[in-house]
């Protein structure tokens, strides 16, 4: 398909747009507007996938629309991460210079443990910033609250959003101190999370969410059931003490 070129204005803008956790019904309005309104679209995907999940959720929004995907690296070498987020920014750049709107989609919120974060860390070097938006989308940790009418925080109560670590251990101190505690990243550390939630008394205190809006979508407080599942990937624990009165 040929690239559609904007003769209305010099330049384009560029719109990073949280599409929510996986249920279409949680895209925001403004979400909706702005992928409807942009000349193309950018969509991630990991090498190691099929398909791009932030794509699924928009199917019957993005439909008529020039999508380019772009396909990145699973890996931890960081040259070559930086080197993917910088031809993709490039990428991103040439149809802004175009005069094209652009919207580049990322499932949850852009701005909350997203890869999003480092291709805007791209973008800001090679795009003036007026023509930088990001649009803020649903965390999957609020979506699986909601869900279950789990309260996530009340009064002076402390909230700690955290990735889980190598050293599972590591967690006792925040688990300590905050009120509730919200564990992304959970992968394949989710037995030894059960274990030391367990261990501290807080197993029965949790929420465990896994693919939030998705077909394959599993939310259970019975964590212990869990044990031996392997079923942390794209999961998020919430870990809630008790409220004294």
Request: contains cysteine; aromatic residues 8%; glycine residues 6%.
């Amino acid at each position: 398909m040929k690239t559609r070129v904007n003769k209305d204005k010099e330049k384009g803008n560029f719109y990073g747009v949280g599409v929510g956790p996986g249920d279409n019904e949680l895209l925001t309005l403004k979400a909706v507007r702005i992928i409807k309104s942009v000349d193309c679209i950018f969509v991630p995907r990991a090498d190691s996938k099929e398909s791009s999940l932030a794509l699924d959720i928009v199917n019957e929004v993005v439909s008529g629309k020039r999508v380019i995907e772009q396909v990145y690296p699973m890996v931890r070498d960081k040259t070559k991460l930086k080197a993917a987020w910088l031809k993709a920014a490039n990428e991103i750049k040439y149809e802004v210079e175009l005069g094209n709107d652009v919207a580049y989609l990322t499932i949850g919120d852009p701005l909350t443990f997203s890869t999003y974060c480092y291709l805007l860390q791209q973008l800001s070097k090679i795009i003036p910033s007026q023509k930088i938006h990001t649009i803020p989308g649903i965390t999957s940790y609020n979506a699986a609250a909601c869900m279950v009418n789990f309260p996530l925080i009340e009064q002076d109560e402390k909230l700690a959003v955290i990735p889980v670590s190598k050293e599972v251990r590591e967690l006792r101190q925040i688990l300590e101190t905050f009120d509730t505690i919200v564990l992304m990243k959970v992968a394949k550390k989710l037995d030894e999370i059960i274990e030391l939630l367990d261990e501290m008394n807080l197993i029965d205190n949790s929420l465990f969410a896994s693919y939030v809006g998705f077909n394959k979508e599993f939310i259970t407080q019975d964590l212990k059931s869990l044990r031996g599942s392997g079923k942390g990937y794209l999961s998020v624990i919430i870990v809630r003490k008790p409220f004294h009165t």
